[in-house]
């Protein structure tokens, strides 16, 4: 089956400053890349994804970036803000989109 | 529209006992994932279903299993109840059309399992 390995496992930035997380997957049947955002307390909420047939994806300060030869795909967030802070979740799901394989998550901390 | 939701938000019980979980999904969605999510482990998959069938399953024990109603409620049911399986419980609901993947999670269920 899928396996999603994340990176790192904490990250603390100053704010303003660039956050980078990275993931990699084994299944190169997988097609489907979301990320979530998990605020302390609260659900995990999609906050961008990319399927495979996409290199880059952008929404104001947030983009990801997919590899599919080295099977690799980050999470670029620019301009950080303390509301930033929180867990970080890759994803990636073989066709069919049905089952969603999650990295360990990354709990990201910007330092005001 | 309502979101998802899970009830019971809180629950305690002793080992050996079981457990249901119950979530409705966003109305108009068919699809409905469970997952655990424990501080070590992140968040793993244990089984979705759409329109009343399993389509998947992760590699969770037998203990483990769910169903899914024709108003696409969810229900997940743990037997045997172990230490191990104090978790948050999370579902999740999908649309799962050509264009709209996004899960839409519940605000889950804590189990502490004493």
């Known amino acids: 089956g899928e396996n999603v390995e994340q990176h790192p496992s904490t990250l603390s930035v100053q704010e303003g400053d660039s956050a980078v997380i990275k993931c990699t997957y084994s299944d190169s049947a997988s097609n489907y890349f979301p990320w979530y955002k998990q605020e302390l307390g609260k659900r995990p909420q999609l906050i961008i994804d990319?399927?495979?047939?996409?290199g880059e994806k952008k929404d104001q300060r947030i983009a990801v970036t997919l590899n599919k030869t080295a099977k690799h795909f980050s999470l670029h967030i620019t301009e950080t803000q303390p509301e930033d802070s929180a867990v970080y979740f890759c994803a990636a799901t073989p066709g069919g989109y049905q089952k969603v394989t999650f990295g360990i998550g990354t709990k990201l901390q910007v330092i005001p | 529209k309502a979101g998802v939701t899970q009830t019971p938000r809180y629950l305690i019980k002793t080992r050996g006992q079981q457990v249901t979980l119950s979530c409705s999904p966003i109305?108009?969605?068919?699809?409905v994932s469970w997952y655990q999510q424990t501080p070590g482990q992140g968040l793993q998959f244990l089984f979705e279903y759409f329109s009343e069938t399993q389509r998947n399953k992760g590699n969770f024990p037998g203990r483990f299993s769910g169903r899914q109603f024709s108003n696409s409620r969810s229900e997940m049911n743990v037997s045997t109840l172990e230490l191990g399986d104090s978790a948050l419980y999370l579902c999740?609901?999908?649309?799962?059309?050509?264009?709209?993947?996004?899960?839409?999670f519940g605000p889950g269920t804590r189990l502490t399992v004493t």
């Open positions: 109305s108009g969605h068919r699809s």
């Open positions: 999740a609901s999908s649309l799962e059309t050509a264009a709209s993947h996004e899960q839409y």
């Open positions: 990319i399927r495979s047939n996409v």
